[in-house]
């Protein structure tokens, strides 16, 4: 389910802020990289967001078709994508929120390998939007509910964008079944006069002949 959004014509933040750090270098992603465990590269992907400027996104993954294993995960920035906005056709308009993502691009996609490491196999570095580092705490420094908590808030977030998709592929859905249902409409009508006709000219030839 890897996909990247298209982001447009935007510039792209490069130097905004230092990757390295007085007591300790950052360490950046690189495809080849490899981790113990999902948990593991979730950790090293957030605490390099810190560092850098930005906030992970827990986003898509994998799983396998025979007992549901998580096969690969792409871990994103969560200025990722874009909201989608559409009208409610089917309630009252709801107010809309303000929205963070910015069609931003970067990420780090990891896969589990045969030997149970988990891989990095894609890395995008550059951001859409300028970074500003800030003083959260760390995913590592989290105890288990504050980190369970975090992944949670970022999957609703994740699922709340699919809902709005599916919502906008529904509404159009219906609008094409309501489109093909009127030319249906019309092509029956057009045959039912076509009957009519031939009936009526057959009924003539008939009277003709008496």
């Not at 069609?103 to 990095?120: F, P, Q, T």
């Not at 959260?136 to 989290?142: F, K, L, Q, T, Y």
Request: hydrophobic share 30%.
């Amino acid at each position: 389910m890897d996909s990247d959004v298209g982001a447009g014509n935007v510039e792209v933040f490069a130097e905004t802020v230092s990757v390295t750090f007085e007591e300790d270098p950052v360490v950046e992603p690189c495809v080849g990289m490899e981790f113990e465990s999902e948990d593991a590269a979730k950790e090293f992907y957030d605490e390099y967001a810190r560092r850098t400027g930005f906030v992970m996104r827990i986003d898509q993954c994998r799983r396998s078709e025979v007992d549901k294993r998580i096969l690969s995960r792409r871990l994103s920035c969560n200025k990722q994508g874009f909201y989608v906005k559409i009208r409610d056709q089917f309630g009252p308009v709801r107010k809309p929120r303000p929205s963070t993502r910015q069609g931003c691009k970067a990420m780090m996609l990891v896969k589990l390998n045969k030997s149970g490491k988990w891989v990095v196999t894609r890395f995008i570095k550059d951001h859409t939007h300028p970074l500003v580092v800030s003083g959260r705490p760390s995913r590592g420094s989290m105890d288990g509910k504050d980190r369970r908590i975090q992944e949670l808030t970022m999957e609703l977030e994740h699922q709340d964008q699919l809902c709005e998709l599916y919502r906008q592929q529904l509404i159009t859905f219906l609008k094409n079944v309501e489109e093909q249902t009127e030319v249906l409409s019309t092509k029956i009508e057009v045959v039912v006069n076509n009957v009519r006709e031939v009936e009526s000219e057959g009924h003539k030839h008939s009277h003709h002949q008496l």
